[in-house]
């Protein structure tokens, strides 16, 4: 596609429901990342996919989140139990091949309201 | 671990002057890259910038450039010319050029809000 989409834009659960936000990266872009970005905050690395592989999975705060990569394109961010503190806008970003200086390309993020 | 310092929450601007947003960061490290992003309400990230450590030129594109002290880990980007569109949250942030976990990511700073006067 012309740009790293997200779905869906806003979601709001209760707490102790189970989420899943999606990401279509940019065509062709094996590199793929996940952030969360908190109220008034910069955005904070979550996990990192090389392909199908989480290649760097250390920002992912606990094992209530997991994300997968099944086909090396679109990939979805799961939350089990959520948790009021979880609510936050997740970004995901791709780039064409993880290289260090590549320029990675955000969507416009997931706002999750937990209640 | 790398840390990115943005100490101006908020800044402001009439249309057409110039304005400077300031960064630091902490690294023990001798080459990386560091960049400048925009947030406008959109919320999605935009590359405004880029700079790699090794290269003592400061980087520019259009009205935006940065000035670079790589002794001093100081990365401030001055916007020129500001225009109505420029307002938006900024972001500094800092990649690594080394392998490991976490060496994948940006770190990035609080952010800056630039308002724009007309």
């Known amino acids: 596609g012309a740009g790293v989409s997200q779905t869906p834009s806003n979601k709001v659960t209760e707490k102790g429901k189970y989420v899943e936000l999606r990401c279509d990266p940019i065509s062709g872009h094996t590199a793929l990342y996940w952030y969360r970005q908190s109220l008034g905050q910069g955005p904070e690395f979550l996990i990192y996919?090389?392909?199908?592989?989480?290649?760097?999975d250390s920002g992912l705060p606990n094992d209530r989140f997991f994300a997968v990569r099944p086909e090396g394109s679109v990939s979805t961010l799961k939350i089990q139990r959520t948790e009021r503190g979880d609510s936050a806008v997740y970004l995901c970003?791709?780039?064409?091949?993880?290289?260090?200086?590549?320029?990675?390309?955000f969507g416009p993020g997931t706002r999750l309201l937990v209640l | 671990a790398q840390t990115v310092t943005q100490s101006q929450p908020e800044m402001s601007v009439q249309e057409a002057e110039t304005v400077t947003l300031s960064c630091t960061y902490d690294?023990?490290?001798?080459?990386?890259?560091l960049f400048w992003y925009k947030q406008p309400p959109s919320r999605q990230m935009i590359l405004v910038i880029r700079?790699?450590?090794?290269?003592?030129q400061n980087a520019t594109e259009n009205r935006f450039s940065v000035n670079f002290q790589k002794a001093a880990k100081s990365f401030s980007l001055k916007i020129s010319d500001s225009q109505l569109g420029d307002a938006a949250m900024y972001f500094c942030a800092y990649r690594t050029l080394y392998s490991g976990a976490g060496s994948y990511q940006l770190t990035f700073g609080k952010g800056t809000k630039l308002s724009v006067i007309p």
């Open positions: 970003a791709s780039s064409s091949n993880g290289g260090r200086g590549e320029t990675q390309y």
């Open positions: 996919f090389q392909g199908t592989g989480a290649a760097d």
């Open positions: 690294t023990s490290e001798s080459d990386y890259y």
């Open positions: 700079q790699e450590a090794y290269k003592q």
